[in-house]
């Protein structure tokens, strides 16, 4: 997530990339395996409980946590954990190491919203245009993404698998009124939606979604927890690079969206320039994020998502890069580069036309 010009960095730089390469072309990228080793050590959050009880408390096994995978989920608690230790700076916009993410944020937003509202048949033109609009932050971290979403009008529900991510979001979002009561966030995984939607079916009771469970403050009026368990939209950004099964991962999002919905997903290329720039350049040279934030061969290619999608019964509508320009110091959409960081959009079919 570095801007471009890393990839003029000197040709010498190539001899000690190309070693660390190595190209997948098989079906086998669909499905990054996570490492069967994971070392943990004892570490403690800002209210002094160690990660190992967080995780404890949330049911993962020894035996799971040892191999840094959860039964039955996509979350990876190798990648959780990086997230966990630098929970408190999500909204460090100059130095943190989130800061890449707040300068990417306005493209992201308004490719969201330009895209919703022509597959809505939504007005552009007001200042709520995404007003009554269920909207699903998979992956929401520090609320980055559902704040500004909500301030267009959406009721949005923000997951994240780090509980000190949400704790941060929630009072990130309680300084401003506007917005307070219309996002709710939860320290869950998406795949624990599935199943209480599942099982609400299977009972005729309620699902979980509808209740105001999840802290004193949460499911206000307009909250999207309020109706069925399905969304108009569903959005992970800069999630996919960090999970461990991509196709699973990709159709929880589509069983997640209500038919005649739409699934946004961002993240990077696994090509050579995205090595170059976001790992050797952001990572080991500019330290503009922490090492070891990113995993090359877990970035995943356009062509991928497009066959995720498929697999999902899910149809990609739109697909655009995301680049930077480091003389404006600001992201822009182009559509005819998508090497590095990319944006796409997915719709599910209305269940006339599935069924048919």
């Given at each position: 997530m570095s801007p471009s010009f890393i990839s003029s960095l000197p040709h010498v730089l190539l001899s000690y990339c190309f070693p660390k390469i190595t190209i997948i072309e098989n079906d086998e990228a669909l499905k990054v395996s996570t490492p069967t080793s994971y070392e943990f050590v004892e570490e403690t959050t800002s209210d002094g409980d160690s990660l190992d009880d967080k995780e404890k408390r949330k049911g993962f096994s020894d035996e799971h946590r040892k191999k840094g995978t959860v039964q039955g989920e996509s979350v990876n608690l190798r990648e959780t954990r990086k997230f966990e230790e630098v929970a408190d700076m999500w909204?460090?916009?100059?130095?943190?190491?989130f800061a890449p993410l707040h300068s990417m944020s306005p493209v992201r937003v308004g490719f969201i919203r330009a895209a919703a509202c022509a597959h809505f048949g939504l007005n552009p033109n007001t200042l709520e245009p995404l007003a009554g609009v269920r909207v699903l932050d998979v992956g929401c971290g520090g609320g980055m993404l559902s704040e500004p979403l909500a301030r267009l009008g959406a009721c949005v529900l923000g997951l994240d698998a780090v509980e000190h991510s949400v704790d941060v979001a929630r009072r990130h979002k309680d300084r401003d009124p506007a917005i307070k009561d219309r996002i709710m966030y939860r320290s869950a995984t998406a795949e624990s939606l599935v199943r209480e939607n599942d099982a609400s079916t299977t009972s005729g009771s309620p699902s979980r979604l509808s209740e105001k469970s999840d802290g004193p403050d949460e499911g206000g009026e307009g909250s999207p927890v309020q109706g069925p368990g399905l969304f108009d939209v569903v959005c992970s950004l800069e999630v996919i690079e960090h999970v461990n099964n991509v196709e699973a991962f990709v159709a929880t999002l589509a069983n997640l969206t209500r038919p005649g919905g739409m699934v946004i997903m961002s993240t990077l290329n696994r090509s050579l320039k995205s090595y170059l720039m976001a790992?050797?350049?952001?990572?080991?040279?500019?330290?503009?994020?922490?090492?070891?934030?990113?995993?090359?061969?877990?970035?995943?290619?356009?062509?991928e998502i497009a066959i995720l999608g498929t697999i999902a019964g899910l149809e990609m509508k739109q697909l655009t890069g995301m680049v930077y320009n480091p003389i404006m110091k600001r992201w822009h959409l182009d559509e005819k580069d998508v090497d590095m960081n990319y944006i796409a959009m997915l719709t599910k079919p209305e269940e006339s036309s599935v069924n048919n």
């Open positions: 909204w460090d916009a100059e130095d943190g190491p790992i050797v350049g952001a990572e080991h040279i500019l330290r503009w994020v922490p090492v070891g934030t990113h995993d090359w061969s877990k970035f995943v290619s356009p062509e």
